[in-house]
């Protein structure tokens, strides 16, 4: 009886490590990197790591890895051009707790404070502002999925008597688009608005941000308040993670001791992953800054080869300024179940994350010439 039951286990363990390695290798439409090896940490899963409380505080709860998480958050910091006296973070669960965790702080500095985002926000944004109960305003985008900025006006003149908190992108879910925080600036004098927050959801371009060319306006430097970015998407995770960033000077204005664990309660959640900061602080330390703009580097590469192999084939596509996502018209469902392609609106996207390999492209433009020529034969689809 027993061994029929360890045979069935062991069966179906091995039936779902096939269908996730089949799978992974076929992820062209979601920011998923998947070339990473963490083997050498394996023996921390031993321990049951709780991040709890703030990773700048001492905590009385000790199995933890925040000095880790603290030079992480010092990394990114750096790179996001923050004060190095003036910066605070922690490590997330993903971008989603990282967009709650932005506008739940801005809600703190400005209750009755307006949130203004674009309509091609990821959908934690909206979510966020539910759960938080907030006023918000939502602004149209361009085809490229930028903020509209004279719609924008048009909507914060409407309540330029309130605080206005803004949740930029910074590489939005489909497109890619960024918007820009010196043209925001811009539109904020114009109003007279002089209470404001500035929130940046770098969830995939955050990672690569510093190293664009030519610079586009997203950080401290620029006068934004918090920044974030999914550590799963670009940098790669077993688990998803996320990295938020604001000034130590707005957490100060926020925070509440927690007796307890004898720390403060500057996070979302209570219990917080442990070995996510284990993973991403191997990672910058395997990659440093060099590496890291290297790595972008490699994806601009194929994203530029992806853009020369559809046109070749004759389908129109877009990429924005900096960015490694080229986006068309939508492919076939058949295309879209083969290779996970997110689609929205009628347009589809790849996104050249670091795994993604000019072989993948080969294989997918292969896909759609077949395709093509089975709905011609078909007769076209309307
Ligand atoms: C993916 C994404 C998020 C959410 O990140 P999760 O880690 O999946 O919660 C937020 N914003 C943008 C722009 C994203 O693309």
Redesign the pocket.
Known sequence: MENLTLTMYDQQLRVLNDQLNNYRDKVLGY?ISSDFDFSELYSFLKFSINNIGDPFEDCNYRVQTTNLEKEVIGFFASLFNADPNDYWGYITN????N?LCGLHTARKLYPNGVVYYADAA?Y?VPKSIDILNMKSSEIATDFYGEMDYQDLEIKLAANKDYPAIFSL?F???MTEAKDNVEKVKKVIQKCGVTTTYIHI?G??SGSYGAFIEPRIPFDFSDGIDSICL?A??FLGSPM?A?VFITKKSIRNKTLRPMEVIDSYDSTVTGSRNGHTPLFLWYTIKKMGVEGLKNRYLGCLEVTNYCVKQLNEIGIECWVNPGGITVFFRAVSMELKKKWQLATVAGITHIICMPNVTKQHIDAFIKDVILDEKIQCVNGPIL
């Open positions: 920011p993903g971008g989603s707790e967009n990821h934690s992108n590489g939005s879910t959801d969830a995939l999914s799963h998407k998803p996320g």
